[in-house]
C-alpha cells in the first residue's frame, strides 16, 4: 500500500477550502492581523467548548504551559513535577520560567503521571529542603486524559498548582468534562498536526479563575497594564494572528466529526489488533482525542522495518525520556531512576493516524502490522 500519510492535513484542507479562504479574505479586509476579531471570536469558541469562563489564545502549546508558570510566578528555587514521558516543550517550560523540574514516572498502559511516584517524588522533594514545590504540570499524553480527580486532590492536599499539558488532548473528555476545564489551569496546542491545527503556530489557554485570566492577556502583551505602555510585569509576546485564528474558527465547526472519525480508525486498530499486540489503554468513562495511536511491542524495530517496506509510515513518540536527554539531565536520577518511562521509549510505535483515513486503509494497516508482528 503506497502513498498513506503519517497525518494526512491536504485532505482536512480539501474539504474545507473555500470557508478557509473567505475566513482570510476576511481577516485581509478587516486589517487587524493580530488579536484581530476573528481572536475574539474563538476564544468565545474555545471557551463554550471547553465549558470554562476564559479562553485566552496564544503563540504556541509551548506558550500556553509557559505562561501560567509565569502567572503563577514559579521561579528559581522552586520545584515543578512533570512526566519524564512527554514532548520536550513540557518540561522545557519550566526551565524557560527559571524553575526547577522533578522527573516522575508514567503508568506503563496509560503513559499518563503515576500518582504513586508523583506522591512520592512531592515528599522527597520537601525532605531535601533544596526546592520549594510548586507546581504540578500533568500531560494528557497522546490525547488520553490523565487522572484528573486524582491531580485535582493531589494538588489541593499539597498546595501546589496545577497545570495541564492538553498539547494533544482537546477534543478528548474525562467523564463529561471536556479537554482544557480538568485543572484550575490547561494550554493546548493549535500546532498543524494536532487534534485541532491551524496552519502555523498557535495555542490557548483555559480556565476559569477570572484573576488568572487577566495576567494572563498582561503576560500576552509584554506584562502590559491597563494602559498598553504601563509595564506591570514582565510578559513575552505571546499573541495569536488573526489568520490563525480564523483558520481555527473554521476548523472548529467540524472537528467533532472529526474526532469521531479519529475514534472509528482508533476501534478498527483496537478490534484487529488487541489480541496480538498492547494497544492503547482504555478507560470507562474517557475519550482520547487520539493525536496519536500508540502500540508497544518488543518487536518494534522489525515491524517498523516491515511495515515501512509495505510503505505504512510510523513514528516513535518518544525514543528517549526527558530525563535522559542532555539538557535535563542535571535534573534527573539519571539512568535506571524512572524504569517505565526508560522502558516504553524502547517499546513505543506509532501508527497512522488522522481524521480522512479511510476504514478500508485503517483495516489494511492493521493487517499488515499484524503480519508484521507474527
Ligand atoms: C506539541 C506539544 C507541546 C508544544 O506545542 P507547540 O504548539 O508545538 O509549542 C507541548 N506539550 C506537548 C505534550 C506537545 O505534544
Not at 470557508?19 to 485581509?28: K, R, S, W
Not at 478507560?283 to 487520539?290: C, H, Q, R
Request: glycine share 8%; net charge negative.
Amino acid at each position: 500500500m503506497s502513498g498513506v500519510p503519517f497525518v494526512d492535513l491536504k485532505a482536512q484542507y480539501a474539504r474545507l477550502k473555500p470557508q478557509i479562504a473567505e475566513a482570510i479574505q476576511d481577516v485581509l479586509d478587516d486589517g487587524r492581523y493580530i488579536l484581530g476579531p476573528a481572536v475574539a471570536k474563538l476564544e468565545s469558541e474555545l471557551a463554550e467548548y471547553c465549558g470554562v469562563a476564559h479562553a485566552i489564545s496564544c503563540s504556541s502549546g509551548t506558550d500556553a504551559i509557559f505562561m501560567p508558570l509565569l502567572a503563577y510566578e514559579v521561579g528559581p528555587g522552586d520545584a515543578v513535577f512533570v512526566p519524564s514521558f512527554t514532548f520536550t516543550a513540557t518540561a522545557e517550560a519550566i526551565l524557560l520560567a527559571g524553575a526547577s523540574p522533578v522527573f516522575v514516572d508514567v503508568e506503563a498502559d496509560s503513559f499518563s503521571i503515576d500518582l504513586a511516584d508523583l506522591t512520592k517524588k512531592i515528599s522527597e522533594t520537601r525532605a531535601g529542603g533544596k526546592l520549594t514545590p510548586k507546581a504540578i504540570l500533568a500531560v494528557d499524553l497522546f490525547g488520553l486524559p490523565a487522572d484528573w480527580n486524582g491531580l485535582n486532590a493531589l494538588a489541593e492536599r499539597e498546595g501546589l498548582h496545577l497545570i495541564s499539558d492538553a498539547a494533544q488532548s482537546f477534543g478528548g473528555v474525562y467523564h463529561n468534562s471536556a479537554s482544557g476545564s480538568l485543572a484550575p489551569v490547561s494550554g493546548t496546542s493549535f500546532f498543524p498536526a494536532k487534534p485541532l491545527g491551524c496552519y502555523g503556530d498557535g495555542g490557548a489557554i483555559t480556565t476559569d479563575d477570572d484573576g488568572l485570566a487577566e495576567v494572563l492577556k498582561s503576560i500576552r502583551v509584554h506584562g502590559a497594564g491597563a494602559d498598553r505602555y504601563e509595564v506591570v510585569r514582565i510578559g513575552i509576546n505571546g499573541r495569536l494572528d488573526s489568520i490563525q485564528a480564523a483558520i481555527l474558527s473554521v476548523k472548529l465547526s467540524v472537528f467533532d466529526d472529526e474526532l469521531e472519525a479519529r475514534e472509528r480508525v482508533a476501534q478498527i486498530y483496537d478490534d484487529e489488533l488487541k489480541d496480538v499486540v498492547a494497544t492503547p489503554k482504555r478507560i470507562e468513562g474517557l475519550k482520547s482525542a487520539w493525536a496519536q495511536y500508540t502500540i508497544k511491542t518488543e518487536k518494534r524495530a522489525a515491524v517498523q522495518e516491515k511495515l515501512g517496506t509495505a510503505g505504512i509510515p510510523t513514528m516513535i513518540y518518544y525514543p528517549k525520556p526527558m530525563h535522559l536527554q542532555a539538557p535535563y539531565l542535571p535534573y534527573g536520577g539519571g539512568e535506571g531512576s524512572l524504569p517505565v518511562s526508560e522502558a516504553i521509549c524502547r517499546q513505543v510505535m506509532s501508527l497512522p493516524m488522522h481524521p480522512y483515513l479511510s476504514d478500508d486503509d485503517a483495516r489494511r494497516i492493521a493487517a499488515a502490522t499484524r503480519d508484521a508482528l507474527a
